[in-house]
Every structure is written in structure tokens, then in C-alpha cells.
């Protein structure tokens, strides 16, 4: 089997910030599959890549989603993992961008 950590994205943050997180797929020795790539159901606000790390026996895949939305707002999306294996040829992963805008420093001011 494989496990992933986190199962899902969420990408939480303001707008003009680095928001990304990585989630970590162990593929365990005896499941061993690769990927063969990934997509976007939408694609809009996100931009991902991966990469196998060398761990010995288990497979394992560095997934890195990062925010690429301009705008706030909350947002959903998938990734398809695709894979060589016959067992579970796709693996599905929830996106879930939450994104609010910055604070106005001026406006703090003219509060206090």
C-alpha cells in the first residue's frame, strides 16, 4: 500500500505570501508503483510538482502544491496522480485554497 501525509492540501494564507505545503507518498515495498504524472481537475490557482526521493526500500514522492492565486477567496481542487499500477492506476488528492487579503496598515491606524 501506499500512505500520504498529509491526505489532502490546504493552503491557508494572504494574498502576496508564499503559501505551499508538501505531502509525503511512501509507496511501501511489495505495492512498489511509480508516477507517471499528475494533473489538475482546474489547475487556476495552484502550481505542483514532485519528485522521488531515495529512502532504500520504499518509493517515495515529495508532492509540493503551491497557491498561485492573485485574488482572496476560497477555492477547491484535485490532483490526479497518475500511476503504472494496475491496482490503483489514479490517486486523488483535495486542493482547498483559502486565501484572505492583506491588512491595510493605514487602515489600522485610522482605527486606533
Known sequence: MYTLDPKSVKLKGVVGETIR?????V???GYAFKI??????R?????????EIDEGEDVVYELTVENIATKPG?????LYLKTDSQKKP???????G??????????KKENS
Open 27 to 29: 509507496v511501501n515495498e
Open 90 to 96: 489514479e490517486i486523488d488528492i483535495s486542493v482547498v
Open 74 to 78: 476560497v477555492y477547491f481542487d484535485t
Open 98 to 107: 483559502s486565501i484572505r487579503e492583506a491588512a491595510d496598515p493605514a487602515a
Open 21 to 25: 505545503e508538501t505531502i509525503r507518498m
Open 36 to 41: 507517471q504524472d499528475i494533473t489538475a481537475k
Open 43 to 51: 489547475g487556476e490557482n495552484i502550481r505542483f510538482q514532485y519528485e
